[in-house]
């Protein structure tokens, strides 16, 4: 997961802190959880099996969730 998470911060050009404190609401960042998958989108803060437009499978795991917030 720690893989994840920093892919997550290249895509999003910040640190997983910044990423957090600029979605104190409902939404934030989510990436496919697939190996390959490089996918990103803006999910529910609780996504843990959000569906992913470039795989095609429910792999989308928000940031919060990663972090286990």
Same mark, same amino acid.
């Not at 050009?13 to 803006?42: Q, S, V």
């Given at each position: =997961?720690?893989? &994840?998470?920093? =892919? +997550? $911060?290249?895509?999003?050009?910040? $640190?997983?802190?910044?990423? +957090?404190?600029?979605? @104190?609401?409902?939404? /934030? @960042?989510?990436? /496919?959880?697939? @190996?390959? /998958?490089?996918?990103? *989108?803006?999910?529910?803060? !609780?996504?843990?099996?959000?569906? $992913?437009?470039? $795989?095609?499978? &429910? *792999?989308? =795991? !928000?940031?919060? =969730?990663?972090?286990? +917030?």
């Amino acid at each position: =997961m720690r893989y &994840k998470l920093e =892919m +997550l $911060c290249v895509t999003e050009g910040k $640190c997983i802190l910044t990423i +957090l404190a600029d979605h @104190p609401d409902e939404t /934030c @960042p989510g990436i /496919c959880m697939n @190996p390959e /998958c490089t996918w990103t *989108t803006l999910v529910d803060r !609780s996504e843990t099996e959000g569906e $992913c437009r470039q $795989c095609k499978t &429910k *792999t989308v =795991m !928000s940031a919060r =969730m990663l972090m286990k +917030l």
